[in-house]
């Protein structure tokens, strides 16, 4: 049976339920946790989150992956009870957002070294916490192409995922034949990886989806809900019907099953205030009624939400 590791320990993929694929449980840049700015109490980021997650619940969502990566705030325990408190599943990742959120640390770490962290985190457990990670996150920094020290990263995350047959997402999908050339160098099957952010209004003109999905790969439109119609948007929103009518172009071009859908919202963000209106909900709120309201049909809803993100979790033996 494929199973798919979680924060409380590995589950039947089966049992994943709705899964909102791409997610943040609290997101900040490496170093924001020294400013006292911004510094939350434990009550405070408790009171911010768990409303959110048991709304999710209620709505029927089953399992959020949180994509937050090391050194941007990620931290298992306090995952742990979160979901042991709403009964939400959390898969927690390891890697990276991108090379330009890793510390001097890491990122001046070799492959083989980065590798080996990756999986001892996939294996063994992330710090102290005996919580394996369920995904491995890597990302183009800054700049819209893939920097040496991105290459490294995403050379050491293949080399994990094929040791391990846990999977991977990106943090953008730009610069995808550098991304793809390492993935075939290290012969990584590349239904094994998420690309993501491919309808984010800054780089969705940039991405070559329908490429992606033709070599293979999975693609993520993972920013639902970053419309330019709230309040204060982000710079890289987009109007709501824009997205929305690319996501339906891609999947009803035959990629219905390479297709994954998220909003890519933080619960309690750290060291920035975060979007205004935003939240993991979204997906129950708006986009399953907007995909409705378009003429699409439940069992598509149930491929998108449970049977793809479920295959792509599945650890392969
Ligand atoms: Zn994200």
Redesign the pocket.
């Given at each position: 049976m494929s199973r798919v590791n979680t924060v409380l320990g590995a589950i039947p993929a089966e049992e994943l339920g709705i899964v909102a694929v791409?997610?943040?449980i609290g997101?900040g840049m490496p170093g924001s946790e020294l400013d006292t700015t911004w510094w939350k109490t434990p009550e405070q980021r408790y009171a911010e989150t768990v409303p959110k997650l048991r709304k999710f619940h209620e709505y029927g969502g089953g399992t959020f992956v949180d994509?937050?990566g090391i050194c941007n705030g990620r931290d298992v325990d306090y995952y742990k009870s979160l979901s042991a408190k709403t009964g939400v599943h959390i898969v927690a990742c390891t890697g990276f957002?991108g090379g330009d959120t890793a510390l001097p640390f890491f990122a001046r770490a070799s492959v083989e070294y980065l590798t080996e962290h990756f999986v001892h985190e996939i294996t063994v457990g992330i710090g102290d916490t005996g919580s394996r990670a369920g995904v491995i996150k890597v990302g183009v920094s800054r700049g819209g192409r893939m920097t040496e020290l991105d290459k490294r990263i995403y050379r050491a995350a293949a080399r994990a995922a094929r040791r391990t047959g846990v999977p991977i997402l990106t943090?953008l999908a730009i610069d995808a034949e550098n991304a793809i050339a390492i993935f075939h160098d290290e012969e990584l099957p590349l239904d094994r990886v998420l690309f993501?952010?491919a309808d984010d209004g800054v780089n969705a003109e940039k991405t070559r989806d329908t490429w992606i999905a033709e070599q293979g790969g999975r693609v993520g439109f993972?920013?639902f809900g970053y419309d330019t119609e709230l309040e204060d948007p982000p710079f890289w929103a987009r109007p709501r019907t824009e997205r929305l009518d690319h996501f339906l172009r891609f999947i009803g071009q035959g990629h219905l099953d390479k297709a994954l859908a998220s909003a890519?919202a933080n619960c309690s963000p750290l060291g920035w205030p975060g979007v205004k209106g935003h939240t993991v909900n979204y997906i129950f709120e708006d986009l399953i009624p907007d995909l409705r309201a378009a003429g699409v049909d439940e069992a598509t809803i149930t491929t998108l939400f449970v049977d793809n993100p479920a295959a792509f979790l599945s650890i392969q033996a």
């Open positions: 791409h997610e943040h997101y994509v937050t957002v943090h993501g952010h993972d920013t890519d």
